[in-house]
């Protein structure tokens, strides 16, 4: 059943923010990742989604679990650009690493937002140690349910380990196993 | 002690939102008005203090009570312009009248704010009928307070029943019972 | 319209917590009364309902409105009896005067409950000054909802006053204007 | 570290609610066991504590972890008595099997709260596969933590598999990786 469940597809982001380099889901492989998709003036998000991620950042510090915040932004773009999105941060104190989603070519949907097929905002992703996408939440989420997968994720047999004792190297592709984004 | 209330100073507005005529306190003689000073990226205006006052404007909707929204820009000024706020009043579904106070002359502090003599958002004015301050309110109310104060605003003798009562006109000054701000 | 309103029957009760002697509403006739009907063992009352017409009870202190507690019990009654109230009231730090419904004449509905044809708890039923019921509400309310009618009842002219001017005693019956319980 | 954890005491129960059979530790070795200690008057409790547990009652419903509330009553013994209990229980509407502590001789304190150390209610004491303590919690908890906590355990290796592959049978003492409470 998890060979069954997709890989998730590369960010596309054009600039970060409470990071000092850049991440991507491929140097993360091996760390459990929950990124939340949100808009700074999504109502939703700012009420209840983006406090739940922030909280989840501070709560599992000590585990190797990344949380990203990604800018998904398809609506109101004027309203809600690098600058205004800088502003939220800091008044609301966000310390988590927030991504700001490429702009979609032609269309309002950004790239990583339809790469991931995210029907809106706020919308969760949590995805495995092996890369592969094990959660996708969409709207209010109950904190209790997302404390419980975030667990069941870390507490998932650690990637590289198991990629070891099969003598796989970063650069391999699928085996029965484990798959590698391209 | 009510004579000694301060009389409320006129908002000074560049632009509205909700509503097709400007409003003035001058026009709005002999209603109660509460004034919501806010910032469209201050958590405590998004998450308790605006919505406190927009379910105010529709509870009180058969009264004759006007709730008005004051942006008070202090901070982050190019992350909170027209057309972010615009947006913002879109996206949280606001329908209560929402002024753009004046920005102010070489300080960062808009000028109903400094005539108000706000310390800062969310902030809180009641006026009374005879357009003397009630209530100054800084930082998070509590519902069954600010309920309770708004209908004692209400409930107070009207102000140009009192006024016909005592011979004077809209355009008369100050007597010993009621004043007119300029 | 007022003069419809009826007037609110007396309170039938077998024992009182937190008041040194019995109150009446008679005995309180010219105050706003508000009267929160409840069971201790009834959810709605336990985590709305009472905290709600205790904080009344705190907020509106510096005011003559009383807020009276009526444990009107209707089921398992061998559960909720003085005892168990007794203990609730201390362990859930209420302050309010507490009375206990006289319990039914061969029905599970005490005596007060249905004189005030509650529908069941928790209820709340507020009395203006002239003994006539205000306000009757079933379930959940909104504090500011609660806070207003609280203020606006209190705000009304008051009663005594109003009597004595009209030249009427406490043992008049109904005037024009105000009408006297039995 | 995990071996220096102790070992859960059996519980001591004069009554059972919510379930055919009376349950033991003994008979739930090898699933994680979250026990809710709980009072029926304590405001902690049935504001924030027991629905909490009765929510991971039913969130982990389709896993092995056993949720139990147990109710130590160490004061206002006369008003949390099992008629009262059984009352709240169904008042509440409260699935999870629910078990009454059995009295102290002579203290206050029943057995199985004195057995687990409690320092009042609510208390929440996880308990692994292998029948030792993971956490031990009094006051209020964060949702989020809860979950994480409880999927943390249920993704501990199955007791019993491993005790399989080692050659032990329930009977047997502590190995250097499990231990049987006596």
Redesign the interface.
């Given at each position: 059943m998890m060979k069954e469940a997709p890989l998730a597809p590369e960010l596309a982001v054009t600039r970060w923010f409470n990071t000092q380099k850049p991440l991507t889901l491929a140097g993360l492989r091996g760390r459990p990742v929950l990124i939340h998709a949100f808009q700074m003036?999504?109502?939703g998000c700012?009420?209840h989604g983006t406090p739940?991620a922030q909280?989840?950042h501070m709560?599992?510090g000590d585990s190797d679990l990344a949380v990203i915040g990604l800018h998904t932004v398809f609506?109101?773009h004027?309203?809600?650009g690098p600058?205004?999105l800088?502003?939220?941060i800091?008044?609301?104190?966000l310390t988590m690493p927030i991504a700001v989603d490429q702009p979609g070519d032609g269309i309002p949907t950004p790239v990583t937002m339809r790469r991931l097929g995210l029907r809106g905002t706020p919308s969760s992703v949590l995805i495995g140690r092996d890369g592969r996408i094990r959660h996708h939440g969409f709207g209010q989420e109950?904190?209790?349910?997302?404390?419980?997968?975030?667990?069941?994720a870390?507490?998932?047999k650690p990637f590289r380990t198991a990629m070891n004792a099969a003598g796989i190297t970063d650069t391999d592709a699928c085996t029965d196993e484990f798959c590698h984004a391209p």
């Amino acid at each position: 059943m998890m060979k069954e469940a997709p890989l998730a597809p590369e960010l596309a982001v054009t600039r970060w923010f409470n990071t000092q380099k850049p991440l991507t889901l491929a140097g993360l492989r091996g760390r459990p990742v929950l990124i939340h998709a949100f808009q700074m003036l999504c109502p939703g998000c700012v009420i209840h989604g983006t406090p739940q991620a922030q909280k989840a950042h501070m709560m599992f510090g000590d585990s190797d679990l990344a949380v990203i915040g990604l800018h998904t932004v398809f609506e109101h773009h004027d309203a809600m650009g690098p600058a205004a999105l800088d502003a939220y941060i800091h008044e609301f104190r966000l310390t988590m690493p927030i991504a700001v989603d490429q702009p979609g070519d032609g269309i309002p949907t950004p790239v990583t937002m339809r790469r991931l097929g995210l029907r809106g905002t706020p919308s969760s992703v949590l995805i495995g140690r092996d890369g592969r996408i094990r959660h996708h939440g969409f709207g209010q989420e109950d904190d209790m349910a997302v404390g419980a997968m975030i667990a069941a994720a870390i507490a998932e047999k650690p990637f590289r380990t198991a990629m070891n004792a099969a003598g796989i190297t970063d650069t391999d592709a699928c085996t029965d196993e484990f798959c590698h984004a391209p």
